[in-house]
């Protein structure tokens, strides 16, 4: 790939600069998904009223204050709150790294973090299987959305890990920050880990050894907590095919994981953030064996960082009741209605989602 090549497939990729924003807002206006759109997030509210507003929309931080997620947050969930905003540095740029449980959720929760805070919106990462028409693309790149290249070659892996890391060092270098799953796609069982490659791509960008590269990225960690589990039986179902077959995704599948995550009720939503990685805590896993010692490390203690900062709700230690057959946390963490709505939940859930599971043999 030469510079000019190498230069069109960045601008492809980048969020749009405050320059190319009223016409992607003209775009999204003429686009008939807008309708759409404005009756799932904004109930009653006139579509011809969201156009005339995106018309007037000049910059992504004045597209993020004028259609924030808080509309979405208030139908959907039964309180979002948020802690740990100190660990976040003031006039300098990071590299913000969570658990992912939700495809739009997980980063764009953190953005009302940085607004409600006084802190400058980040960007945030979004696979290209996930551009999945023209008005998708104008609203994520409207939005700060960078993104990411799936798929392809091996070779094409090692480009694209090399273009990712060298514009999240940039973005950071910069002053200013962005945000990345821990991994690519989702947890379906709840078992967040920090992928080991994401770690080694971190030290592809900038100068200087692995340490100091990770270390220039100002990495800060956050939790996501949802009380009721984004997409729980569309997750259950993948789980379920995965352990007795090849799973293959249906058309239109990675839409209705984001509809149904953004619509689906969450119960209450927290956003811990927690403390950045220290330079001395990398150097002295710099100081291993190997490098891979040192990858493998950074990649656990992020994981230690977002287990700590997890926050279990009444329905966690409830499931472990029933799954355990016990009564360890009854009384202690949830009383007997709590438990009675969870169950009721489950069947209603259960039932109205059995038809999912038919077509598996």
Not at 44 to 65: I, M, T, W, Y
Not at 224 to 250: H, M, P, Q, T
Not at 252 to 280: M, N, Y
Not at 343 to 361: D, E, G, H, N, Q
């Amino acid at each position: 790939m030469n510079n000019i090549e190498a230069a069109t497939a960045l601008d492809s990729l980048r969020p749009y600069t405050d320059a190319e924003i009223p016409a992607a807002m003209r775009r999204m206006a003429a686009d008939p998904t807008l309708d759409e759109v404005v009756a799932f997030a904004f109930p009653g509210v006139d579509p011809g009223a969201v156009r005339e507003k995106l018309l007037q929309v000049r910059s992504a931080d004045g597209f993020q204050q004028a259609f924030m997620l808080e509309n979405i947050i208030r139908s959907s969930s039964s309180g979002f709150t948020f802690g740990g905003e100190r660990n976040i540095g003031r006039g300098e740029g990071h590299l913000f790294i969570s658990d992912h449980r939700d495809i739009v959720l997980d980063g764009a929760l953190l953005q009302l973090v940085l607004i409600y805070s006084g802190l400058p919106t980040s960007e945030i990462t979004f696979g290209s299987n996930l551009v999945i028409s023209g008005f998708v693309e104008d609203f994520g790149r409207s939005n700060k959305m960078y993104k990411i290249i799936r798929g392809g070659s091996g070779r094409d892996l090692v480009r694209n890990s090399h273009i990712l890391s060298d514009h999240i060092h940039e973005v950071v270098g910069e002053g200013r920050s962005i945000w990345i799953s821990q991994r690519d796609g989702r947890t379906k069982d709840g078992d967040d880990r920090t992928d080991q490659g994401l770690v080694k791509m971190l030290t592809l960008g900038g100068e200087g050894s692995p340490a100091e590269a990770l270390d220039r990225l100002h990495i800060v960690p956050f939790a996501v907590s949802y009380e009721y589990e984004s997409c729980d039986a569309l997750k259950a179902r993948e789980i379920y095919v995965r352990r007795r077959a090849a799973y293959e995704k249906a058309p239109g599948e990675d839409l209705r994981s984001i509809i149904t995550g953004v619509k689906q009720p969450k119960g209450a939503i927290h956003i811990e953030v927690c403390p950045p990685l220290r330079s001395e805590e990398l150097t002295e896993l710099a100081a291993g064996e190997g490098g891979n010692d040192m990858i493998r490390g950074v990649a656990a203690l992020i994981d230690r960082r977002i287990y700590e900062a997890y926050r279990l709700f009444p329905t966690n230690y409830i499931a472990y009741d029933i799954r355990s057959g016990s009564d360890a946390y009854r009384g202690r963490e949830y009383g007997a209605r709590q438990r009675e709505e969870f169950v009721a939940y489950l069947k209603t859930s259960c039932s109205t989602s059995w038809s999912i599971f038919m077509p598996i043999r």
